[in-house]
């Protein structure tokens, strides 16, 4: 079997870290494992498989002999050295939003467009958290009839700032509980025990960067040129698994039956939908493994053509950002 | 001027006590005040204007004498015990929901319908505390054109559940803090850095009695019977105010210009709507006073009629519950 020469870069944030630990899970086919990033954190280690790894500092030359490259820094970082690993030969799964949209790049849910890899030209993007995990959430529906319109509203865990984010909650935490002040530096306002109504810049027309992505990035994920979405992202004093609650219209109009039995079908999804015994997803129970878990499946009663209404769940870091990059590198690797 | 002898059933519950609060901040005219709750809390006392009230045992002979009763107390003790202060003369505002949806019952925001409280019989229900935050933030809208259909998603605090909910997250903060285990009384789950998407039971089409309140009570404060919503309600981490992302299509398209003057203009609202400058409601900012602040507010990109979006947030005890009560009640005073 062929193994391969991987690097990440970006290995010491929240997502580089999960994506070591997944390769690892997924025993993924390795011939070599290079961790990349600033020269802050070159010289550490990181283990992995029971070795320390040195982290080498992130420079245009470091990527070459490297298969595939699993990018999990910012748009600034991935848009000046990824072309580097481009042409170093390597295929590019990148994290963050700066390829997302280009026409030339696959962006790819492993469980809903995997074909769509066979197309890249040296980089294929990973979508956004939100994004995956909903679109993981309707993918089996949208195979039943496609899905015209959603209203989706967000309840995202402070894992999508990074580990900062997670570290500022529980600092806040740590301090209210002890009657300290808290301090906020990660996100603009206090999110113990708060809500953000904003991830991300705002566009001209009041919808945040975030808000954008689900639409922008669903109709290429799902094919669906048409579709049209409108969202509100909140950031809630989760740590790690982002909660969406979603209201959709298909073609067709569906029974809740099909879309019971879609959704149990549908890879990386688990039906969670018995809620006179009180079960349904909780970013609690989703929390550090990879399905997308989907309830509270109802009749949009405000709908005049027979919409439905569902609330899902999934881990931002591992399916909303590692997991699936693993999943498209398996994919690169299988090809 | 005329002063009332006003008794608050459940005084010490978190409605109760706030009511105490409002009553004294609003300077009702009060003749007396009398605290009634069960035997368990009966010669306990609570501090008002300055003195101590002795608190009483809840019986069906307590009502003698009064000329207004807030009820603050559970269905089941509303319904066995409200009676009987209608009967000894006095106007009930009753914050249970025992009543709400009785034809003979007016259901009352003073913001909205205040007109309703002239034909009560003898009983004045107080709204769910979502309905009342939502429907203030959207009447301003509703004057201008009816709002035929909304789709909403709240983000509830633990106020909701009363003290009990309170006490329960801020121990569970705690517990995880020091590293020990999380104790679940209140909620069916830990709230603690969780979502649960339950408030009250579930009916045959998979609605929370929650989630139907804002469909069935928002149509008769609004007065508009054909009104159509689908709601989802989660509790969140969150300490006493109550958030709600909206999505409604009103009869007539409106602009957004028409929509942000109407709101700045709709008592019991602030308007705090300016996303590039990071102004937008949250809990924190609406937690201990009385307005609904209304921001976010774009255009509904998924609507085939013109709807808008919005985002709202307003303190659950108080407008969503005590206020929300005494306002009735100097409405019933100016009869």
Request: aromatic share 4%; with cysteine; glycine share 8%.
């Amino acid at each position: 079997m062929k193994k391969f020469n991987v690097a990440i870069l970006g290995a010491t944030g929240a997502v580089g870290r999960e994506m070591m630990k997944i390769l690892e899970e997924r025993d993924f086919p390795l011939a070599s494992l290079k961790l990349l990033a600033s020269a802050r954190s070159a010289g550490k280690t990181l283990p992995f498989k029971g070795e320390e790894i040195v982290i080498e500092e992130a420079t245009p030359a470091a990527f070459e002999g490297c298969d595939i490259v699993l990018g999990a820094a910012e748009n600034d970082v991935a848009m000046e050295l990824l072309p580097h690993a481009v042409k170093a030969g390597a295929v590019v799964i990148d994290n963050s939003s700066a390829y997302r949209l280009d026409p030339d790049v696959p962006l790819v849910v492993p469980e809903i467009n995997p074909e769509d890899v066979k197309w890249h030209k040296g980089i294929i993007a990973n979508p956004n958290c939100t994004t995956i995990i909903t679109v993981t959430a309707v993918g089996g529906i949208h195979k039943l009839s496609p899905v015209k319109k959603m209203v989706a509203s967000s309840y995202q865990a402070v894992s999508g700032a990074g580990v900062g984010g997670m570290r500022e909650l529980e600092a806040q935490m740590k301090a209210l509980s002890a009657g300290e002040p808290v301090v906020c530096e990660t996100f603009p306002y206090q999110i113990a025990y708060n809500l953000i109504p904003q991830i991300g810049g705002f566009n001209a027309e009041g919808y945040s960067s975030e808000e954008m992505k689900l639409q922008n990035e669903g109709r290429k994920i799902l094919h669906a040129d048409d579709l049209r979405v409108t969202c509100t992202c909140v950031r809630v004093p989760v740590m790690r698994s982002h909660s969406v609650s979603v209201s959709l219209e298909t073609e067709r109009e569906l029974s809740l039956e099909e879309i019971r039995e879609a959704i149990a079908a549908a890879p990386g999804c688990k039906l969670v939908d018995d809620p006179a015994n009180k079960q349904y997803p909780m970013p609690l129970d989703t929390s550090d493994q990879d399905l997308v878990y989907v309830g509270r499946i109802r009749k949009d009663l405000a709908s005049d053509n027979g919409g439905i209404a569902l609330w899902c769940c999934g881990d931002q870091i591992r399916k909303g950002a590692a997991t699936n990059a693993v999943q498209i590198a398996e994919l690169v690797a299988a090809l």
